[in-house]
């Protein structure tokens, strides 16, 4: 969405935040419908809001939906219009200010949401705050450097311990952990993004057993398919099919579709990691006719993006990188790049990258992997950078093209 449109600054000037919505929602190619289905609204609410005009919103429900748009805050009242982000004149909001809002979204919605809770139930208002930030910054990861963003998760983390500790009750502690268990693995996303491997694991782990403190079966198998999938992506195939094993375990044989056609996709990676092209595509068409049956609509929690084809498609480019199948990597490749956010679609053009090489194609391969690298420093993405890495060095040329030492100087420059 281009926040400098005439439409758009016309109407945050005018105090209209309404009619910033729609123009994003429409830019977006959401439905009145799909849009309350995602922040908790009816298509009404959201018809009216959008009508609204001028004049005093809720705070509340402006955060929720600007959240789930990616709008930025001072677009719709919600931040100091003196603090310009991308307003069209030259400047930007300081990005501390923006996540000082980001990680302050629970204590802007705590009050209408707990205002019509009894005394004796104010933690279910309360829990359902902290999510909402969680849900927020899960969505700003696409859009945003996972080093900026990770303060604002440890923060969040920070203050959902604090609240847990003082917990009176085993019912609240429970749901607490089922909140900080969502933000744990969130960190532990960051932490991959940024390199840090380790880090990573620990965060994973913790949300698994935060998860498994909550007594929900189905955020302890999203959680534990988490590991899995970091860890196929490391190369640990044996370890993530175990995991993705433990996940369906957990789940029984009566689990959701969207957690069979994902595990499903996961267990594809863990096997080609492991080198088993059979396995993977046995897994790979699971997955593919699972998400094909799956309904149009918003993911259940845990999930917060939808999972259908474009992923699966993304999952058999990553296999066929992983395996040096040029044909696997290079037959979806536009179906891949169709879905998921900038960062995701980084490292799909990466596979992509390493189907051209498995195919020959030296000078389409270090094209596509200088994009990626760009995107990677833009977002300033240790695993993009690594990954871009890891194609070069499966290229052994005395002599490389000029795209090469062109992509290798671009390297060498790389401090993040």
Known sequence: MDWKAPEVRAASRAGDYGRVI??????????QRQLGEACGLSQSAVSRLEKHGAGAYRTDVLARVAAHLQIPPALVGLADQH??????????????????????????????????????????GQTAALRLTTTALRRLDGSTPSRELSNSVHAHIQ?????????????????????????????????????DHGSARTWYGSAVRAAQSAGDPLLTAYQAG?????????GNGAQALSLAGRARKVLGPERPAVADAWLSSVEALAHAAGGDQRGADRALTRSR??????????????????????????VRVACGAKLGLADWALSADTEALGGGHEKQRALT?????AGHLAAGRVE??????GRAVETGLKYRSGRIVDRARAVRRSLALTSPPKVVREFDARLRDVYL
């Open 22 to 31: 729609e123009l994003v929602r429409k830019a977006g190619q959401l439905t």
């Open 364 to 369: 389409a391969a270090f094209a596509l992997a």
């Open 289 to 314: 006719a699972a998400a094909e049956a799956l309904p149009d609509t918003p993911p259940p929690w845990p999930w917060v993006f939808a999972f259908g084809p474009a992923k699966v498609a993304a």
């Open 349 to 353: 053009v990466l596979d992509l990258a």
């Open 83 to 124: 603090q310009q982000y991308a307003l069209g004149n030259g400047s930007h909001v300081e990005r501390r200010e923006f996540f000082g809002f980001s990680a302050g979204v629970a204590a802007a919605v705590a009050t209408p949401l707990l205002a019509p809770v009894a005394a004796a139930d104010t933690d279910g």
């Open 226 to 234: 988490s590991l899995a999938q970091f860890e196929a992506h490391a």
């Open 159 to 195: 203050l959902i311990q604090s609240v847990t500790r003082d917990a009176r009750s085993d019912a609240r502690r429970a749901r607490l952990a089922a909140v900080g268990s969502e933000t744990a693995s969130l960190a532990g996303w960051l932490a991959w993004d940024m390199g």
